[in-house]
């Protein structure tokens, strides 16, 4: 949470088909929301705990981050907590919460 990566943000018009702008970032960064990191981390604790896979954090609870799978195929699984074999599963970074970086870095 604490790393800093410098990205470049490309912006496309409506229909995506024309690059508009090109922009460097020199300091993207989560290290302002590791409170609502530890949330969703808790949250997925609570999910293998309880076996239940449905229990992993949805972007749509708007907490910031969420749970996804994340494997190189169908195969790319692991043995969860009820037994059952699911592909494996990553945080992300809500794409609300990508935007909000970039624009208080932007102002």
């Known amino acids: ?11 496309r018009d409506a229909i995506k088909t024309e690059i508009v702008s ?3 970032m020199s300091d993207f960064s989560f290290k302002d929301y590791i409170n609502e990191a530890r949330e969703v981390f808790n949250i ?3 999910a293998f705990e309880s ?6 954090p949805k972007a ?14 169908s195969n790319d699984t692991f ?5 059952e074999l699911i592909t ?8 609300d919460t ?3 970086i970039i624009n208080k870095n932007k102002n």
């Open 98 to 100: 990508v935007d909000e």
């Open 51 to 56: 076996g239940n896979t449905s229990d992993f």
């Open 79 to 83: 043995e969860f907590t009820n037994g």
């Open 1 to 11: 949470m604490e790393k800093v990566y410098p990205i470049f943000i490309i912006e």
């Open 44 to 46: 997925t604790l609570k």
């Open 60 to 73: 749509s609870l708007n907490k910031k981050f969420h749970i996804r799978p994340k494997a190189i195929n």
């Open 22 to 24: 090109v922009s460097f």
């Open 88 to 95: 494996k599963r990553t945080f992300w970074a809500n794409k």
